[in-house]
């Protein structure tokens, strides 16, 4: 368990606003990612971060930024938030000088609903 | 590219019952291999990993093998419990300097008493 909390864990928004989800991890581990869950798709990359300031993009990565400023907080904003992101976000730590078999630790999950 | 493919499921099996969720892959390279489990309401935990070829993870009854001839990684259990009931994600990483996962899209099982 790396500590890791997410905030929040359900929001409702509407369309065309901007939405923050923040993740917060108390390990100091390296590597941070955000995902996305639907229904037949499994989890799906959104962006991930090696390091403070070091971002680069996943699968899914249109209509998402992330920041990352401290090692701690790993934040993704959906600009303006369209129906087709609602969905169930997750984020993952992972160091690899603690565990050289790359498992990844997952938060909670926030639900979004964009209407 | 890299990939993965599991079983569609639900799969409905009443306690007791042998499990087995198949799991089959794609890559360039070597991956790890991981079986993460979600129950309802909750983030993925892992449930067991295997790292080389002919390596056997284990876990809370649960088995797997990786298994390059075939390139699978399929998860078995030989009596479910009804607690056991989740969704069941197949997973790989390549250790390419980004260390990115390609997941699978989930096997939800049902256990019934």
């Known amino acids: 368990d790396a500590g890791i909390t997410q905030s929040p864990r359900h929001k409702v928004t509407e369309t065309g606003t901007p939405v923050t989800l923040r993740c917060h991890q108390t390990e100091n581990h390296r590597y941070m990612y955000w995902y996305r869950q639907d229904p037949g798709h499994g989890l799906r990359l959104i962006h991930y971060?090696?390091?403070?300031?070091?971002?680069d993009k996943g699968e899914v990565s249109d209509g998402y930024s992330v920041s990352r400023s401290k090692t701690e907080d790993f934040l993704l904003t959906l600009e303006s938030a369209t129906s087709s992101q609602t969905s169930v976000y997750f984020c993952?730590?992972?160091?690899?000088?603690?565990?050289?078999?790359?498992?990844?630790?997952f938060g909670p999950g926030t639900r979004l609903l964009v209407l | 590219g890299n990939s993965v493919t599991q079983m569609e499921g639900p799969v409905t099996l009443s306690e007791e019952a042998f499990l087995t969720i198949n799991c089959t892959y794609t890559a360039t390279g070597y991956p790890s291999l991981f079986w993460y489990v979600q129950y309802p309401g909750e983030g993925l935990q892992l449930l067991l990993k295997a790292t080389k070829a002919d390596d056997k993870g284990s876990n809370k009854g649960f088995e797997a093998t990786y298994r390059k001839e075939t390139t699978s990684f399929h998860l078995e259990k030989g009596s479910v419990q009804v607690s056991d009931s989740a969704v069941y994600f197949c997973?790989?990483?390549?250790?390419?300097?980004?260390?990115?996962?390609?997941f699978g899209t989930g096997t939800r099982l049902k256990v019934l008493a």
């Open positions: 997973a790989l990483s390549i250790a390419s300097g980004t260390y990115k996962y390609i």
């Open positions: 993952a730590t992972w160091d690899p000088t603690r565990d050289s078999t790359e498992t990844q630790y």
């Open positions: 971060s090696y390091g403070v300031k070091d971002t």
